[in-house]
């Protein structure tokens, strides 16, 4: 049995901060916390809130032109203030293990995953080059990587992203560290293979290690974490057992956090809050002030003192008892006035898929898939990574030509046209990508983005401003953003962005390839919210493609399966997340985390009303 009152790390008034031009960044503020064996404690916030670099301060790696400092940083009796490079390459991976999100960039593309395991035995005695080579076999092996005699000397490109991910935790934990931070461990994985991930920490907590996870999905730490620390601009705003911070939240930014997940709220009701519109913080004031529907002239100039609600449980808010706002108003009727067929009185199909099947050389991608989309309503598509549900996006979209099958789009041939035939059509269909930043030529300002695709001619140019600034307003954004790069933007502009340029051309169907999977749980709150406004207010039909079965859920009328190529179960959401028929559908919804995991009967999680 792991001894849980052995504290192996503390931490005690922890500072980062960086120089910038102009100023100086402060990262972390001041963070407290201590970590004993066998213990997971959970570090929960969106981008930015400073996670990331408390993590790499406890290992050395802050960041070029970081400052750290803190009153205690002790590690199992060592103090790790001030210790050398030397000391600092004998903590990482001997005592401290370090699981990053992107395993492809942290894992060496030149080397074998065995040699990368094998680098971190040899550099804490790990014995003869056969010894480290049978070790690093049974490490892949005790994170249930397949054939781990043979992946053992294969590349990281070589692995799909659930592997390379697993891969990475063999190499963080062969030196068995009695710390590992494991960093966003799971962020853009599968449900299933995150329910893998999050199954190997746990059995590595039971069997004693100290645990620090980061992550900034609640649903997820439910499942491993004993405690959780959320943090918000640098501090810890709340601070107490999982449970007590789950079900009983309160500081105002954990209660958003957890209203804007999709599995903790009922479909038709919204899950973001209203913005609130309100100064700055000065220097020692609340840094949710300026969101914060509680705030108080006294939260934006601080200082903000702790509270101790219950022991073990501090709140960073002097306005916990206040009364909560009003919910929002629940979101429209998801099924917008539209045009029906006479037909039992359904919506007119605006994407039929009849029998599809796609190759790209070897085993089909896509295997004579048929789906139906209707206007007014959502469809949507689920699946693992490698199931086909991109190339299906890439094939309603014109971009690729079917093996067999045929796609019709309004109820005109799509599939096998020539493109000239099928540009009348192109505006009436466009896509929301899931990486803006990435679809957006980087020299073009926002403005121009837009105006791509409005096709208004340059002489006309007060009619495309007000049409641009009109677009920027229906998606929640300040028409002043059209001068800014898409690089000035955060995530969430970004996507808005991606939208408004969507809607430039009036289309009557759009296609969201993992739209908001890249997003924080909050701004992904946001985009889902404004999807289902639009489609009330437009009658836009969306073919909305997601790995998150909790965001399907929410935002769909429809959904279909698809593993390995095909559609394995399809039909109305509730019945198919209520009532699964596929075994594969009964495994993904097994997989899916949600807050309510933490405790120890069914039930809902306390949630602002």
């Given at each position: 049995m792991p001894d849980s009152d052995r504290t192996l790390l503390t931490v005690e008034g922890l500072r980062v901060g960086f120089r910038v031009p102009g100023g100086r960044i402060e990262a972390v503020r001041g963070v407290d916390?201590?970590?004993?064996?066998?213990?997971?404690?959970?570090?929960?916030?969106?981008?930015?809130?400073?996670?990331?670099?408390?993590?790499?301060?406890?290992?050395?790696?802050?960041?070029?032109?970081?400052?750290?400092?803190?009153?205690?940083?002790?590690?199992?009796?060592?103090?790790?203030?001030?210790?050398?490079?030397?000391?600092?390459?004998e903590v990482r991976g001997g005592r401290i293990g370090l699981v990053l999100q992107d395993a492809l960039s942290s894992l060496d593309p030149l080397r074998t995953i065995g040699?990368?395991?094998?680098?971190?035995?040899?550099?804490?005695?790990?014995?003869?080059?056969?010894?480290?080579?049978?070790?690093?076999?049974?490490?892949?092996?005790?994170?249930h990587l397949p054939d781990p005699e043979i992946r053992v000397g294969w590349h990281s490109h070589e692995l799909s992203g659930g592997q390379r991910q697993r891969a990475l935790i063999a190499a963080s934990m062969a030196a068995d560290p009695p710390v590992l931070i494991a960093d966003e461990p799971t962020t853009a994985l599968d449900v299933t293979v995150q329910a893998q991930i999050l199954d190997l920490?746990?059995?590595?907590?039971?069997?004693?290690?100290?645990?620090?996870?980061?992550?900034?999905?609640?649903?997820?730490?439910?499942?491993?974490?004993?405690?959780?620390a959320v943090m918000h601009g640098g501090?810890?705003?709340?601070?107490?057992?999982?449970?007590?911070?789950?079900?009983?939240?309160?500081?105002?930014?954990?209660?958003?956090?957890l209203t804007a997940v999709p599995t903790t709220r009922p479909r038709g009701t919204r899950l973001s809050l209203t913005p609130i519109a309100g100064p700055p913080p000065g220097p020692d004031g609340c840094t949710y002030a300026a969101s914060c529907p509680l705030a108080a002239d006294s939260c934006r100039t601080g200082p903000i003192v702790p509270v101790l609600r219950e022991p073990g449980h501090a709140v960073l808010c002097p306005r916990t008892?206040?009364?909560?706002?009003?919910?929002?108003?629940?979101?429209?009727?998801?099924?917008?006035p539209a045009?029906?067929?006479?037909?039992?009185?359904?919506?007119?199909?605006?994407?039929?898929?009849?029998g599809v099947t796609k190759s790209y050389g070897g085993p089909p991608a896509v295997l004579e898939a048929s789906l139906r989309l209707r206007a007014g309503r959502t469809l949507g598509v689920v699946g693992e990574s490698g199931s086909g549900k991109s190339t299906l996006a890439l094939l309603v979209l014109g971009?690729?030509?079917?093996?067999?099958?045929?796609?019709?789009?309004?109820?005109?041939?799509?599939?096998?046209?020539?493109?000239?035939?099928?540009?009348a059509l192109r505006g009436r269909i466009q896509l929301v990508p899931q990486d803006p930043l990435a679809a957006f030529d980087p020299r073009y300002r926002v403005g121009r983005i837009i105006a791509e695709a409005l096709g208004v001619p340059g002489a006309w140019a007060a009619r495309r401003d007000r049409r641009i600034a009109g677009l920027l307003e229906r998606v929640g954004l300040d028409p002043s953003l059209a001068g800014r790069h898409p690089r000035q933007l955060s995530g969430g502009q970004r996507q808005r962005v991606a939208i408004a340029r969507a809607l430039a051309s009036e289309p009557e169907v759009l296609v969201c390839d993992e739209a908001v999977s890249a997003l924080d749980v909050s701004v992904q709150a946001q985009i889902l919210d404004l999807f289902v406004d639009l489609q009330r207010e437009l009658g836009l039909a969306l073919l909305f493609i997601s790995h998150d079965l909790g965001v399907v859920h929410h935002i769909s009328d429809d959904v279909v399966v698809m593993r390995s190529a095909e559609i394995v179960e399809r039909g109305p959401v509730e019945r198919v997340f209520q009532s699964p028929e596929h075994p594969y559908t009964k495994a993904l919804l097994t997989a899916l985390p949600s807050p309510e995991d933490v405790l120890d009967d069914p039930g809902p999680v306390a949630r602002p009303t």
């Amino acid at each position: 049995m792991p001894d849980s009152d052995r504290t192996l790390l503390t931490v005690e008034g922890l500072r980062v901060g960086f120089r910038v031009p102009g100023g100086r960044i402060e990262a972390v503020r001041g963070v407290d916390f201590t970590l004993a064996a066998g213990e997971c404690l959970a570090i929960v916030g969106e981008s930015g809130s400073g996670k990331s670099v408390t993590a790499r301060a406890l290992v050395g790696l802050a960041g070029t032109g970081a400052s750290v400092g803190a009153d205690r940083l002790e590690l199992d009796g060592l103090d790790l203030r001030g210790i050398g490079d030397r000391q600092w390459r004998e903590v990482r991976g001997g005592r401290i293990g370090l699981v990053l999100q992107d395993a492809l960039s942290s894992l060496d593309p030149l080397r074998t995953i065995g040699a990368e395991i094998g680098e971190t035995l040899q550099n804490h005695g790990g014995g003869t080059r056969a010894e480290r080579r049978a070790r690093a076999v049974d490490l892949l092996r005790q994170v249930h990587l397949p054939d781990p005699e043979i992946r053992v000397g294969w590349h990281s490109h070589e692995l799909s992203g659930g592997q390379r991910q697993r891969a990475l935790i063999a190499a963080s934990m062969a030196a068995d560290p009695p710390v590992l931070i494991a960093d966003e461990p799971t962020t853009a994985l599968d449900v299933t293979v995150q329910a893998q991930i999050l199954d190997l920490l746990a059995a590595k907590k039971d069997a004693g290690t100290a645990l620090l996870l980061i992550s900034h999905d609640l649903a997820v730490v439910a499942r491993l974490a004993d405690r959780i620390a959320v943090m918000h601009g640098g501090r810890f705003v709340e601070q107490g057992e999982a449970r007590d911070i789950l079900v009983d939240p309160a500081h105002p930014y954990t209660r958003t956090l957890l209203t804007a997940v999709p599995t903790t709220r009922p479909r038709g009701t919204r899950l973001s809050l209203t913005p609130i519109a309100g100064p700055p913080p000065g220097p020692d004031g609340c840094t949710y002030a300026a969101s914060c529907p509680l705030a108080a002239d006294s939260c934006r100039t601080g200082p903000i003192v702790p509270v101790l609600r219950e022991p073990g449980h501090a709140v960073l808010c002097p306005r916990t008892d206040e009364p909560w706002p009003a919910p929002p108003p629940p979101l429209a009727n998801r099924a917008a006035p539209a045009e029906t067929t006479g037909e039992d009185d359904e919506p007119a199909t605006v994407i039929e898929v009849t029998g599809v099947t796609k190759s790209y050389g070897g085993p089909p991608a896509v295997l004579e898939a048929s789906l139906r989309l209707r206007a007014g309503r959502t469809l949507g598509v689920v699946g693992e990574s490698g199931s086909g549900k991109s190339t299906l996006a890439l094939l309603v979209l014109g971009l690729l030509e079917p093996d067999a099958g045929t796609i019709e789009v309004l109820g005109r041939p799509w599939s096998a046209r020539p493109e000239r035939e099928r540009r009348a059509l192109r505006g009436r269909i466009q896509l929301v990508p899931q990486d803006p930043l990435a679809a957006f030529d980087p020299r073009y300002r926002v403005g121009r983005i837009i105006a791509e695709a409005l096709g208004v001619p340059g002489a006309w140019a007060a009619r495309r401003d007000r049409r641009i600034a009109g677009l920027l307003e229906r998606v929640g954004l300040d028409p002043s953003l059209a001068g800014r790069h898409p690089r000035q933007l955060s995530g969430g502009q970004r996507q808005r962005v991606a939208i408004a340029r969507a809607l430039a051309s009036e289309p009557e169907v759009l296609v969201c390839d993992e739209a908001v999977s890249a997003l924080d749980v909050s701004v992904q709150a946001q985009i889902l919210d404004l999807f289902v406004d639009l489609q009330r207010e437009l009658g836009l039909a969306l073919l909305f493609i997601s790995h998150d079965l909790g965001v399907v859920h929410h935002i769909s009328d429809d959904v279909v399966v698809m593993r390995s190529a095909e559609i394995v179960e399809r039909g109305p959401v509730e019945r198919v997340f209520q009532s699964p028929e596929h075994p594969y559908t009964k495994a993904l919804l097994t997989a899916l985390p949600s807050p309510e995991d933490v405790l120890d009967d069914p039930g809902p999680v306390a949630r602002p009303t």
